[in-house]
């Protein structure tokens, strides 16, 4: 069973730091890419990274550019991103996602519960 | 960028009725490459329908997708109480990938 566990979310001050996990357990982690997906309270999907299986290629909207840095450890089967300069915009629902392919074009078949950062003085 | 436009907004139909969701979009879908996914409250998005019209495993056929180009359509044809929820459509053909605003399916 395809199991995917994020954690490290929380109340972080406008500009700090926020280091996200997502640990990934009943496939093989190093053959798929993955992505963390947000949702603003109320709001529709947004994807803020992809990395491809290997890790030597990464994606990432203007809106997040230049602030986060996604990153894995297939050694460890698990997904990271790091959460630098946070805006109250960046207040959110982080998803992990599994995605379909190694790399490339494709959507996502899992998902994880999420895990809850607010921005917020 | 290709932008996805749900329609409509909120759906309000009884159980057994059936449930007809839009996804267009303002460019052609490359490989018709949409997908479809199911939100409840409080719990993560659920992959129903990937490249269109191929359902997921598990997914009941009471679900349908089609479309091609730049619509597609999700039904549903008897709704069960279980499937009032958000549906979003996303594109994985062009970079970037976009998600469509979602439709709520309620009870009426």
């Known amino acids: 069973e395809v199991q995917l566990l994020e954690s490290g979310g929380g109340l972080v001050q406008p500009g700090g730091s926020l280091r996200l996990s997502c640990a990934a357990s009943g496939f093989t982690f190093s053959n798929y890419a993955m992505s963390w997906v947000r949702q603003a309270p109320g709001k529709g999907l947004e994807r803020v990274s992809t990395?491809?299986?290997?890790?030597?290629?990464?994606y990432y909207p203007d809106s997040v550019k230049g602030r986060f840095t996604i990153s894995r450890d297939n050694s460890k089967n698990t997904l990271y991103l790091q959460l630098n300069r946070l805006r109250a915009e960046d207040t959110a629902l982080y998803y992990c996602?599994?995605?379909?392919?190694?790399?490339?074009?494709?959507?996502?078949?899992?998902w994880g519960q999420g895990t809850l950062v607010t921005v917020s003085s | 960028e290709i932008v996805l436009t749900q329609s409509p907004g909120t759906l309000s139909l009884s159980p057994g009725e059936r449930a007809t969701l839009s996804c267009r979009a303002s460019?052609?879908?490359?490989?018709?490459?949409l997908v479809w996914y199911q939100q409840k409250p409080g719990q993560a998005p659920r992959l129903l329908i990937y490249a269109a019209s191929s359902r997921a495993t598990g997914i009941p056929d009471r679900f349908s997708g089609s479309g091609s180009g730049t619509d597609f359509t999700l039904t549903i044809s008897r709704l069960e109480p279980e499937d009032f929820a958000v549906y979003y459509c996303q594109q994985y053909g062009s970079s970037p990938q976009t998600f469509g605003q979602g439709t709520k399916v309620e009870i009426k």
């Open positions: 460019q052609t879908v490359s490989n018709n490459y």
């Open positions: 996602a599994k995605r379909v392919v190694a790399s490339g074009p494709g959507y996502f078949d899992y």
């Open positions: 990395i491809t299986n290997s890790g030597g290629g990464t």
